[in-house]
Every structure is written in structure tokens, then in C-alpha cells.
């Protein structure tokens, strides 16, 4: 349940911040930036959703881009992700400077992490700080994103995982919205680089839970816990190896 909602003026609303890092077990927070069709309100519970699903210790935070909250919107939606990018991206240098947290996690999900991305991939060396980026179901061009934002945004932070599915009926619209492929979409290829993790969970029955498959599903959400906890590498997770043509490697759920 959102109680209530109160808007405060920039300074004020980084000293809150920060005397809530610094007053946590965990001196830590993750940055939650939302998807297509999703009003305030619902980023809101779902922030505070993953924020207790994952027991995590630290402060969470989420950036609010103005989706237009309705299905049949969603090129109002991808005008919009693009204006936000550069407002993500100076949030995430606020948070980082203002708030001085140890460590910071970003966590995007579909239309949300094309912002997401491209404010990483414009930080530099900014970026460093950064532990772990999670890009659940991204909404993101696939040459785009390997020719020009995953070079740049991998190497602003410690760790960079994609979740992907088969299933994702949403991802299945936006490529023939866009004529394009998704990042997010491994019906049509994965997306594999040496220096990013890419976990397929199309095997854990994402179907039935739609697009936000990243916060409803148990094996992820322990996945995403053992990330942000402990930086586990794959092979120390409850994964199971795959290899595709040229050894690159990606990971799936091990059945239950």
C-alpha cells in the first residue's frame, strides 16, 4: 500500500537519503527505473515490493519517467524513455555524490532499461561506483545495444546481468511494433557478451506471469538476492552452464 506521497526540494531530499544509508545495516541502495505502462504509484509498490522480497539491507530508491500508465500508449511511452535518459543519468550522479552510499545497484526492467542503459553508458568514469546493473526483460533494440551502449555500460560497474525470455508476450508486440528484435527476447537470439551475464529464464514458466516476470518469480528474485548480496559469479548460483557457437556462454534456471 502507498500511504502517502511528499515532494521535497532536491537537498532536502538527498540529506533523507543519505541519514537512511547511513542508518541501515547495509550502507547500500538500488535505483529501480520502471517499464513501459507504469504510473507512479505502481513504481512505487513495486520498489518496495522487490525491496522486501529481496531481504535487502539498504535504502531503496526508484526514478520515476513519465510513462504514459496506459497500454495503448506505448509510442508516447518510447518518446518519452528517450527524453528521460539524460535525467536518469543525472540522477544517478546525484545519488552517487550526494547521498554516498557504498555500494549502488541499478535494477531496470524493459522500456526502463533503454533509459537505464544509456544513462549508464554516458557516465564514464562517473559510473565506477556502480556494483551491480540488472537489466530484467530490456525493451532495447539489439544492435543498439551491442554496437553502442553494452561496450560503454559494462564497464562502468562490477557486474552486468541480463534476464531474458522466450515467453515475454510484451517483447513479442514490441518487435513488431518496432521491426525490430529485443534485447529482452531470447525467442529470436540471445544476447551474449564476455564481459555481461546472460541468464535465459524462459524455462521457469514465465509465460504464466507475463512481462514482469523479473519480480514475481521465486528463482530469479533468489538470483537477483545472491547478486546484490554477495556478487556471486553464475557457477556459484543456482544456474546451470550453456554454451552457444563460438563458446560464448549464458546460463539457465536449473529445473526444480
Known amino acids: 500500500i502507498l500511504e502517502r506521497s511528499e515532494l521535497l526540494e532536491d537537498q532536502a531530499f538527498f540529506a533523507t537519503v543519505r541519514d537512511a544509508i547511513a542508518n541501515c545495516p547495509a550502507h547500500d541502495t538500488f535505483v529501480f527505473i520502471h517499464g513501459y505502462n507504469v504510473s507512479f504509484d505502481q513504481a512505487a509498490r513495486r520498489t518496495a515490493q522487490i525491496h522486501h522480497d529481496l531481504d535487502f539491507q539498504g535504502v531503496p530508491l526508484f526514478f520515476s519517467w513519465p510513462s504514459r500508465a496506459d497500454v495503448k500508449l506505448y509510442a508516447g511511452d518510447r518518446s518519452e524513455i528517450g527524453y528521460s535518459s539524460e535525467y536518469i543519468k543525472q540522477f544517478l550522479i546525484d545519488v552517487i555524490k550526494r547521498s554516498a552510499p557504498g555500494r549502488i545497484h541499478v535494477v531496470a526492467h524493459s522500456m526502463g532499461a533503454e533509459g537505464a542503459a544509456r544513462a549508464i553508458a554516458a557516465l564514464g568514469d562517473q559510473g565506477k561506483i556502480i556494483d551491480q546493473i540488472i537489466l530484467a526483460a530490456p525493451d532495447i533494440d539489439v544492435d543498439v545495444f551491442r554496437e553502442q551502449l553494452a561496450p560503454r555500460m559494462v ?24 521491426d525490430s528484435p529485443r534485447v529482452g527476447d531470447s525467442g529470436y537470439g540471445l544476447v551474449v557478451r564476455d564481459d555481461m551475464d546472460t541468464i535465459d529464464a524462459s524455462d521457469i514458466d514465465t509465460d504464466l506471469l507475463g512481462h514482469s516476470y523479473y519480480g514475481d518469480c521465486l528463482p530469479i528474485l533468489r538470483d537477483v538476492r545472491l547478486l546484490l ?13 550453456a554454451e552457444m557457437p563460438g563458446k560464448l556462454v549464458y546460463w539457465l534456471f536449473r529445473h526444480q
Do not use: I, V
Open 229 to 241: 548480496q554477495r556478487n556471486l559469479r553464475p557457477e556459484q548460483r543456482e544456474l546451470q552452464r
Open 155 to 178: 564497464q562502468a560497474c562490477q557486474r552486468t546481468t541480463l534476464y531474458c525470455s522466450r515467453n515475454d508476450w510484451a517483447l513479442l508486440a514490441s518487435r513488431a511494433f518496432n
